[in-house]
């Protein structure tokens, strides 16, 4: 009944809990045993000290939480894993073939054939070890300096790459703010961007923070870098890679399930949950996955933004602010002088805020006895919550032209949600892709949720119109259909109505329902971390942890 009576207060009357001071002190290594937990204290006391008692409730805890994971699918199996690799040595294999090609065309000296190189590095979810089954792989292709974006990468790589069997459904997206090719490769989805270093032979694992690599690269080169170098930074940093990747895990299901993830929908993406979830373990390094889980929803629902959240280095640098201001201003862990690029507005961040302090509230009672895990991860229940919604109806003629169109308007969203604040003063826009089966054409549907009883201030005709100004502005590839439209909760389809999460995919005509609770074949396979999560290896390793 607490938690039915806290979600049904209004999101700008919550956030008002949550603007307490936050003190961030020095923090010992800790379990639930012997931290300072707060409400948690009397419940402790009643076990009369016996620690031993609350470490096994604590490790049941953790390992509740991990088999969670297994049975949604987000841990995979060897399987999968070689899958993978086997891809990516095929790729760097074409890579190192095209910048060959590309050293023949240019007509440089033949002793250059037989040095000159390029590779693939990894980063994203599966360079942090954090994929499933159904996960992209990010892959950065570095090349040399002779090699350009324009005509040797959108061209010659991209003809290479159609003409391979193992290769389908690519395309190019130039006018990204880091441009790259996508495609599946023998049915992994790939994202591929492009940096090209100032040298003729690229070693196959490439030093991204050798000064001598990165000597005056071009600005488009940097962007493509800094993925790569923040990952590494990450797993550099972090105490215990497999308990991070753990920790991960849980937080991006989590962020997915309540609808704060997606970076051009104003809320987090990858690198946000990544660095989060490597401050809290880096805070506490020898804290248990239920204790880091707690631990973190305990901090950052306490968080005096716009204070940034910064990884230490070991090395001590001054903070230098920025003239820009940021709502959550989170930084780059590869510079202190970079922050991750955020798309957060008001509305954003007070729904942010408020499922970190819903998170606060349900994990602080971890050693109730009636604890549940499935409570934290319950999907956010739009329909429940809003009684109007904007609908967003996108199609164009082919599967094709609609990812890239859809991708583009997504990459202008924020301009929309700004305008939404502006007449309502708050939105809440849901990441879920919906589709119309219906319509005659491939089409992308959203619904974001409106205030009640405020419909009569919005003319959702002006708002299109206002909205396509910002869309049609640059935009170089076939122009799809857009129309803007207001919807009563009742009006939803019944997929949209219910509910449920769902998988929160790249651009493409068909959603794929990831409601569905995934048992996979491989639920046997649980972390490496399953047996010894509260023990903190000095070198710890992971097969899929290296680019």
């Known amino acids: 009944m607490e938690l039915e009576n806290f979600e049904n207060q209004h999101f700008l009357d919550l956030i008002k809990v949550v603007n307490q001071p936050y003190t961030c002190q020095p923090t010992k290594p800790i379990g639930l045993a012997n931290s300072n937990l707060g409400s948690l204290e009397p419940k402790l006391r009643n076990f009369n000290g016996n620690s031993d008692v609350i470490l096994r409730m604590e490790m049941e805890r953790s390992m509740s939480l991990l088999q969670m994971m297994v049975n949604e699918g987000l841990v995979p199996c060897p399987e999968e894993e070689m899958k993978r690799r086997n891809a990516i040595d095929k790729l760097k294999k074409i890579v190192v073939e095209w910048v ?10 033949k002793k250059y054939l037989k040095f000159a190189s390029g590779t693939i590095l990894t980063y994203g979810s599966y360079g942090l070890g954090v994929y499933n089954s159904e996960s992209d792989i990010d892959a950065l292709c570095v090349g040399p300096y002779f090699a350009t974006i324009a005509e040797d990468f959108f061209i010659v790589l991209h003809d290479m790459l159609a003409s391979r069997p193992e290769v389908s459904e690519i395309h190019c997206v130039k006018d990204a703010k880091v441009p790259l ?18 040298v003729i032979s690229i070693p196959e694992n490439v030093d991204v923070f050798n000064p001598f690599f990165l000597k005056n690269i071009d600005d488009t080169s940097w962007k493509s870098l800094s993925g790569v170098r923040a990952n590494r930074s990450i797993l550099h940093l972090v105490p215990n890679i497999e308990v991070f990747q753990a920790v991960l895990r849980c937080i991006k299901l989590w962020a997915k399930r ?8 104003g809320f987090f993406g ?21 204790a880091l889980i707690l631990l973190f929803f305990k901090t950052f629902a306490l968080w005096p933004w716009p204070t940034p959240v910064i990884l230490q280095d070991r090395i001590a640098r001054p903070f230098i602010p920025t003239d820009k201001v940021s709502w959550m201003p989170i930084q780059l862990p590869c510079s202190p002088y970079e922050f991750c690029h955020s798309n957060i507005t008001r509305s954003t961040f007070y729904k942010i805020r408020t499922e970190f302090l819903r998170g606060h509230m349900l994990t602080k009672d971890m050693l109730s006895p009636d ?15 809003y009684g109007l919604f904007v609908k967003i109806f996108l199609s164009a003629c082919d599967k094709d032209e609609l990812g890239d169109w859809v991708g583009w308007v997504k990459s202008r969203f924020r301009s929309l949600l700004v305008k939404l604040e502006e007449l309502l003063g708050f939105c809440d826009p849901n990441p879920t892709e919906y589709v119309d089966t219906d319509a005659s054409e491939p089409n992308i549907i959203f619904y974001w949720g409106l205030p009640t009883g405020r419909v009569d201030l919005i003319n959702a005709d002006l708002v299109e119109e206002y909205f396509l100004k910002s869309v049609d502005n640059g935009y170089q590839g076939s122009t799809g259909t857009m ?5 009563k909760a009742y009006q939803l389809p019944k997929k949209a109505q219910s509910a449920c999460e769902r998988k929160n995919s790249k651009p493409c005509w068909r959603v794929v329902d990831g409601n569905r609770k995934k048992v996979p074949p491989q639920s046997k396979y649980k972390p490496h971390c399953a047996d010894e999560y509260l023990a903190t ?6 097969p899929s942890a290296g680019g």
């Open 371 to 385: 604890f549940d895990w499935n409570i934290i991860f319950e999907p956010f229940p739009y329909a429940r919550r």
């Open 181 to 198: 090719m996508r495609f599946k490769f023998d049915g992994i989805s790939i994202d591929l961007p492009y940096a090209r270093i100032k």
């Open 100 to 109: 060959k090609t590309v050293t023949y065309q240019r007509g440089l000296p």
């Open 483 to 487: 129309k803007l439209s207001i919807v």
């Open 258 to 265: 309540r609808g704060v993830y997606g970076n051009l929908l």
């Open 537 to 542: 290896s000095e070198n710890p390793k992971f």
């Open 270 to 290: 990858g690198i946000h949950l990544a660095v989060l979830s490597a401050f809290i373990c880096q805070r506490h390094p020898s804290a248990s996955l239920s």
